[in-house]
């Protein structure tokens, strides 16, 4: 009972973390993305269309949605891992009795409540520009949780790894961005040569949006069962991995 109640007290002190601050954690994301939107919808909804009569526009609404969610899922866990280690707070979580597994559920669980959250502020304020439609919706909910457990566990362990931002930086900046946008979130990769399109099917991000879109338009460039059976199997792999790091105290325990 007391360790339920620890995990379940983690997890609200860090939706309470990111949420205090939403304008720059929440707000700012979804700008960002409605900039992206208004620049290639506006540059390019004449000159490409996606899967026969859906509109460039309404292609890339899913896209950005699942980009924000990553990006702000990987954000939330390995942020605060990184800076209460600098801080020197993260000796307060070390002295209660949370398992490894409660720290596990504390800080994936806060990363997919960010990522949900600046997901739906996205798609909302994306509806003033287009409507994709919901052909599948819980193909969306499937994969908007998937996708954000997924983040939220690399950047759990991309927060106990890292001891310095520059660190996370690295790690942010040189994996995570390059996979994100190497995604299709702006294209299908049915518009890309051969050798780009097997690259493509290499990196797991893309079946993370791809089944996120198919959820949409009911059309994707992979079947939604494989995306679905890549990402769960590709969550599994580092859950286990991040459970291990925390159970045997990598770089948080002297």
């Known amino acids: 009972m007391i360790t339920a109640v620890g995990w379940r007290a983690l997890l609200y002190k860090e939706v309470l973390r990111f949420w205090k601050v939403g304008f720059q954690t929440v707000g700012a994301p979804v700008l960002t993305a409605v900039l992206y939107l208004m620049v290639f919808g506006h ?3 004449d000159h490409v269309k996606v899967y026969g009569s859906v509109s460039y526009t309404a292609f890339l609404i899913p896209g950005l949605v699942m980009m924000s969610v990553l990006q702000n ?3 939330n866990s390995s942020s605060s891992l990184i800076q209460s280690k600098i801080m020197g707070n993260l000796v307060f979580v070390l002295l209660t009795p949370l398992s ?3 720290w596990f559920f ?4 806060s990363s997919i409540v960010r990522g949900i959250a600046v997901g739906v502020g996205v798609f909302a304020v994306c509806l003033f520009f287009a409507v994709p439609g919901f052909v599948a919706p819980l193909w969306v909910l499937v994969f908007a949780f998937l996708g954000a457990a997924m983040l939220g566990t690399l950047g759990l362990i991309a927060g106990l790894w890292s001891e310095k931002f520059d660190q996370m930086a690295v790690f942010q900046n040189f994996l995570i961005m390059p996979m994100t946008f190497l995604s299709g979130v702006f294209y299908s990769i049915h518009s890309l040569p051969p050798f780009w399109q097997k690259v493509s099917h290499l990196n797991p991000f893309f079946y993370m949006i791809d089944g996120f879109r198919y959820g949409f338009f ?4 992979a079947s939604p069962w494989l995306s679905l059976a ?7 792999i580092v859950s286990a991995l991040a459970v291990h790091l925390l159970r045997i105290g990598y770089k948080i325990r002297g």
């Open 43 to 45: 540059v390019l909804e």
């Open 73 to 75: 899922a990987f954000a």
């Open 100 to 102: 490894h597994w409660g």
């Open 106 to 109: 504390a800080y994936v669980g």
């Open 218 to 221: 009911g059309v994707s460039d």
């Open 230 to 236: 890549i990402v769960g199997g590709a969550w599994l």
